[in-house]
């Protein structure tokens, strides 16, 4: 796929978002985050594939912190999988990372090719879970572990005015879906042991320490990098993501699932 269509984060949301998460990160939590995805997993000489890999972080970190054999991380953005290859080749894994930018739709991989599927709050760009969860256990191997965090909607149905005017302020491509059906969509799938742990309260608090950094400690180096009409548009995003979190409605959540051998 060579088009840009599918660019929905430029330079100017990616260094934002950057400014606030760390290098290589485009949602919260960072290196601790993926960590604590991955916490309690035997990575050894594993193979590991990373579903909307962004600008990389996750996917140098899994090859700088854990003894994988291979990470492939894929996107559908050709501009993040450029940036994916260089902050690889800065942080000395190349040897170890593949980037690939893919197309939507089914995983091009064969049966059984990884060991472990990650994503670290990617999901949310994809509407169809159950189509997913099947995707992702077609490409494990018996036995292998399908561990991510992803946004979560907080309910069925119709979101409060709150949540769709934060939905809509994002103007990002959103296809939300809730704590059971993300469930419905890995048992389905043949996935067994899922555990589905909410991190609502903890980013509640950890949104208003970012959006303090915005209006704050970051306001002029950020209007400088990115423009001051984007910026405060940003700091109105944060304004509304909050009050879905505090309304329940928005609810970052981590996912873990094992298929059988």
Request: a negative charge; proline letters at 4%.
């Amino acid at each position: 796929m060579t088009n840009d269509t599918h660019q929905e984060y430029d330079d100017d949301l990616t260094a934002l978002l950057e400014a606030v998460w760390g290098e290589g990160f485009m949602s919260p939590g960072g290196t601790e985050e993926v960590d604590r995805i991955l916490l309690g997993l035997d990575l050894a000489d594993k193979s590991v594939l990373d579903i909307g890999c962004g600008l990389g972080g996750v996917d140098v970190h899994v090859a700088s912190a854990y003894p994988v054999r291979q990470v492939t991380g894929i996107d559908i953005d050709a501009g993040l999988i450029n940036k994916c290859g260089a902050m690889a080749k800065k942080h000395h894994v190349s040897d170890k990372i593949t980037f690939q930018q893919v197309d939507p739709g089914p995983l091009p991989y064969d049966d059984g090719t990884f060991d472990l599927v990650i994503s670290k709050d990617s999901i949310i760009h994809i509407a169809d879970k159950h189509a997913l969860a099947g995707d992702v256990s077609r490409v494990l191997k018996p036995g292998g572990v399908f561990a991510a965090s992803d946004w979560l909607a907080g309910y069925e149905g119709e979101p409060t005015p709150e949540m769709a005017a934060y939905v809509a302020a994002e103007g990002l491509d959103f296809g939300l879906a809730s704590a059971g059906t993300y469930e419905n969509a890995l048992t389905s799938a043949g996935f067994q042991n899922v555990v589905v742990s909410d991190r609502n309260a903890w980013y509640r608090t950890t949104a208003r320490s970012e959006r303090e950094d915005l209006a704050g400690r970051f306001y002029e180096q950020l209007t400088t990098t990115v423009g001051r009409e984007f910026l405060d548009h940003q700091i109105n995003v944060w304004d509304l993501m909050i009050v879905a979190l505090d309304q329940g409605q928005l609810r970052p959540t981590h996912l873990r699932a094992e298929k059988p051998q």
